[in-house]
T-cell receptor, first 112, second 115 residues
Framework: SQTIHQWPATLVQPVGSPLSLECTVE??????LYWYRQAAGRGLQLLFY??????ISSEVPQNLSASRPQDRQFILSSKKLLLSDSGFYLC???????????FGPGTRLTVT | DQQVKQNSPSLSVQEGRISILNCDYT??????FLWYKKYPAEGPTFLIS?????DKNEDGRFTVFLNKSAKHLSLHIVPSQPGDSAVYFC??????????????FGKGTLLTVNP
């Protein structure tokens, strides 16, 4: 079974600073990878997904970007954080062709 | 435009009784449905899923029912335990329409099981 690692667990960043969140996956090859955000009191919003190295699809135009430099590595970035970027960021993976997604432990980002 | 709706933000039940969590969807292209459980400050945990070719799927204390004509699904937990207290998310997907196995989530229902 796959294991999803995310770091850091918590992060406090000032407005205008850059961001880099990393997700790595163990136990599966060529997975589909996903970044979600859960804002306070809200559901899960899909931000980006990737079906392979270098292949990124964006779901919501915004201040964030994603990259997949290796098969089991997914990175969420921003050049300049906004207050509205605060939230709980979750990485998920799924076997290619499967619907079931498995989530990492998440990163709590607070932009001050 | 909410394609997956969980109209009850919260539900409270007594330990040992049945918990019924409901979910409605609007997109007729959805043909696979999942339930996730989420504790605070943790990632969601996959619970159970159902394909549109079935109307029921059971796994231990958890059963999911699907009514395609009504575009409605429900999760039954029997018997409910205090450790089941969490937010439950309904999610839907489909192979068609270029979905690429993306999931659309509802906003969640907070279940509280009282001892």
């Amino acid at each position: 079974s796959q294991t999803i690692h995310q770091w850091p667990a918590t992060l406090v960043q000032p407005v205008g600073s850059p961001l880099s969140l990393e997700c790595t996956v163990e136990g599966t090859s060529n997975p589909n990878l996903y970044w979600y955000r859960q804002a306070a009191g809200r559901g899960l919003q899909l931000l980006f997904y990737s079906v392979g190295i270098g292949q990124i699809s964006s779901e919501v135009p915004q201040n964030l970007s994603a990259s997949r430099p290796q098969d089991r590595q997914f990175i969420l970035s921003s050049k300049k954080l906004l207050l509205s970027d605060s939230g709980f960021y979750l990485c998920a993976c799924a076997r290619a062709g499967a619907f079931e997604q498995y989530f990492g432990p998440g990163t709590r980002l607070t932009v001050t | 435009d909410q394609q997956v709706k969980q109209n009850s933000p919260s539900l409270s039940v007594q330990e040992g009784r049945i918990s019924i969590l409901n979910c409605d969807y609007t997109n007729s292209m959805f043909d696979y449905f999942l339930w996730y459980k989420k504790y605070p400050a943790e990632g969601p945990t996959f619970l159970i899923s159902i394909s549109s070719i079935k109307d029921k799927n059971e796994d231990g204390r958890f059963t999911v029912f699907l009514n395609k004509s009504a575009k409605h699904l429900s999760l039954h937990i029997v018997p409910s335990q205090p450790g089941d207290s969490a937010v439950y998310f309904c999610a839907a997907s489909g192979v068609g329409g270029g979905s690429n196995y993306k999931l659309t989530f509802g906003k969640g229902t907070l279940l509280t099981v009282n001892p």
